[in-house]
């Protein structure tokens, strides 16, 4: 019923999914930090000295504490297997949001040099954007999952049957469509393709050009790898 740290990159996707409340594995108790009576700790969506899971185990946001121990259901489906989160939430990309500017938050407290969370500095600071960089991959690759968008820690790229590879087809020209772009080097923790590498923009035109090829206008930001119509229901859209 429980396993130990070290955790593959997918048992940390779902144990993180599960934490910020975003799971298909349904609602429950966050593992929270032993030390979160302390008055040091903050709250994240409630939830005071909130765990989040790395590799090597559970870290809190707020102190050293760490605990190598998760219950394995939270990993997995009732038939055994590894746990992706493909349920469609409604709340989820909302809920997202809210949790994403919450961790970046954080990340400015940690970068404050006389924040009061952080007397010591140095080390500290750096564990912590090593964590709110951990969570908020998470959370982007939850919530592009919630697009159709694949880019869960041990499997290959690849989107649903909605998007079509440029090298496939293009849209007609001037009709406002979804792309799909690669982007490299993200490095701002605030970028929705933070550690994940993919970004849905959410209109764009392709163009033709002189030389016969086509380009997709407004996006300018990064390689547009796959396209799909627009979509109806705008609160299940990426900004």
Known sequence: MWIKAPFTPAQMQ???????????HGPGHPFLCGKNDEGHHGTIDGNRGLLIATLSGWRCLYCDHNQIEAFEPFTKTHEGEVRWGDLVIEAVPGK?????????????QAN????????????????????VGIALESLYRRKLAYEGVET?????????????AVDDGLPPVGREVQALCRLSE???PAHPAFAVGYHIVRTT??????????MAESVGCGQVTHWRHERINENALLA
């Open 14 to 24: 779902t144990l993180n999914e599960y934490q910020f409340g975003v799971s298909d």
């Open 96 to 108: 997202i949001d809210t949790l994403i500017d919450q961790l970046v938050e954080r990340l400015l």
């Open 112 to 131: 404050q040099p006389a924040s009061p969370f952080f007397a010591e500095k140095g080390s500290a600071r750096q564990r912590i954007q090593h964590l």
């Open 152 to 164: 869960r820690p041990g499997r290959a790229f690849s989107v649903n049957e909605q998007w079509v």
């Open 186 to 188: 993200v490095t701002n």
């Open 205 to 214: 035109r392709f163009s033709a050009l002189p030389s016969g090829s086509f």
